[in-house]
């Protein structure tokens, strides 16, 4: 079973970047999907961005890209989301998650970690 644990968050200013990872447990890490999503005060949690097993295939929110970067080290068990550009929109709590099938949908990832909270400020 994987664990997942996510780290890099923090209070920026509109127009900066962060860097966000997130670290796998377990040796089954390379055959998930991977996941960014991301979930505002008082909002459901919304896709941010997928990554496949093999980082061959990734696909983004409309609202972030172009300014966000998906990544994933497979020998270091780790997936990475590169965020440029911030704006105050972008303002949650950030969570990786893994899942068997590389999807945009929610109910397809299961392992999910704690979150890490970014704060965009104007």
């Known amino acids: 079973q994987v664990q997942l644990v996510e780290s890099g968050g923090g209070l920026v200013q509109a127009g900066d970047s962060l860097k966000l990872s997130c670290a796998a447990s377990?040796?089954?890490?390379?055959?998930?999907?991977m996941g960014w999503f991301r979930q505002a005060a008082g909002k459901g949690r919304e896709f941010v961005v997928a990554?496949?097993?093999?980082?061959?295939?990734?696909y983004y929110a409309d609202s972030v890209k172009g300014r966000f970067t998906i990544s994933r080290d497979n020998a270091k068990n780790t997936v990475y989301l590169h965020l440029n550009r911030l704006t105050p929109e972008d303002t949650a709590v950030y969570y990786c998650?893994?899942?068997?099938?590389?999807?945009?949908?929610?109910?397809?990832?299961?392992?999910w970690g704690q979150g890490t909270p970014i704060t965009v400020s104007s």
């Open positions: 998650a893994a899942g068997t099938t590389y999807s945009v949908r929610i109910n397809n990832y299961t392992i």
């Open positions: 377990g040796r089954t890490f390379k055959d998930y999907s």
């Open positions: 990554i496949s097993w093999n980082p061959s295939s990734t």
